[in-house]
């Protein structure tokens, strides 16, 4: 127990926290290039939130979510995902008041007790965006296209992008008789959380990934054929926008969310070679949220990436950089009379902007040389019994070979000389 992390857990060890700096940097890089900006709300909110926020027939609020009782008796739960929480802080701090549509994303942990495996853990990350404020099909076109360029730049490139529409409030109730005319007398061969779906939420048997589900949903009617006017222009506007913008999509009549705040647009991308857990990105508009909250009925969409499954797909297609921990200079202090002269000199280099390391370990000349060379380390300056009584340090340049006896007092200037050549 004391030695091995909760189930679904993982530590990013420095050999890999590098590769998440490198996606972290890019999304950066593309959400700045979006103006999109950063909103980091806590990792817990209220229960009652999420109950709102996600719905309670959904997987996360069921069966998925990290639920306590904290010492003030208050029902606390840890994130599961983050817009219930955007919006919360949305209304909380007004951001309506200011320039619209309000643009934001987030990168950072989500906890579902989900079942462990590749691509799949219970604490695991999220980047996601925000778009609060707009109604047109336009926004919709810029978050995919956000998603779509971020995994371009990335290098990911065998992306499929479906797409679907959920109608909303005024379309869906008929589309949902139908869905349950067509179920009526298949409802006992669906799985037993089917079976409750059937009533409770009967878009949710679409995209139910029980093999005898998904056989009993051929030929079930699709949204799309059903939808009110707004919704089908809204549709119509964003296919048009994709295909001005070359984003390829697939039409997916069984991406579904089927609570009443979820509207028009929803999207996922697979990277297929991902297998299982092929979905990285799941998006999709939620006109209905934000009244849901208790705010002014207001439109937004947004969609979450998980930052695992980018991580893994990268790995898979070697487009990880590579990541380099080497330093300038290592000082190798011979002797416990040169550890102060040593550490001096190591701190006015840090103070320089030069990346240096120095021995702690008591090494002998050899290991200390060993070790810098393991790092690798462009220079190691070495201070001995000799350097210190004549104030100068013994400079061997690693690459070269090449070792100079250097005035104390001229070392620093000349290795930052040395490492603009
Ligand atoms: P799935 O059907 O795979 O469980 P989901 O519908 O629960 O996905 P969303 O809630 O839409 O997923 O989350 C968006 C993205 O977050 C997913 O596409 C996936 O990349 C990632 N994700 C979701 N759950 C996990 C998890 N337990 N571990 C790692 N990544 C996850
Ligand atoms: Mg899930």
Redesign the pocket.
Known sequence: MLTTGPRGTKDILPDTSGHWQYVEKTIREVCRNFAYHEIRTPIFEHTELFLRGIGETT??VEKEMYTFTDRGKRNITLRP?NTASVVRSYLENKLYAGPQPTKLFYIGPMF?Y?RPQA????Q?H?FGIEAIGAHGPTIDAEIISLAVELLNKLGLNELKLLINSVGCPECRPVYRTKLQEFFRDKVSHLCSDCQSRYDRNPMRILDCKNETCAEHSQGAPHMVDCLCSDCSNHFTGLKDLLTAAGISFVLNPRLVRGLDYYTKTAF?IQYSPLGA?S????GGRYDGLIAECGGQPTPGIGF???I??VLLALEKQELLPFINNAIDVFVAPLGAETQAASFELLTELRHAGIAADMDFMNRSLKAQMKYANKYPAKFVALIGQDELAQNKVMLKNMETGSQNLIDRAELVHMIIEEMEK
């Open positions: 997987d996360i995902e579902r989900d691509g799949r853990y219970r695991f999220q996922e857990q979905a990285v990105c799941g979450a990436i998980g695992e499954r």
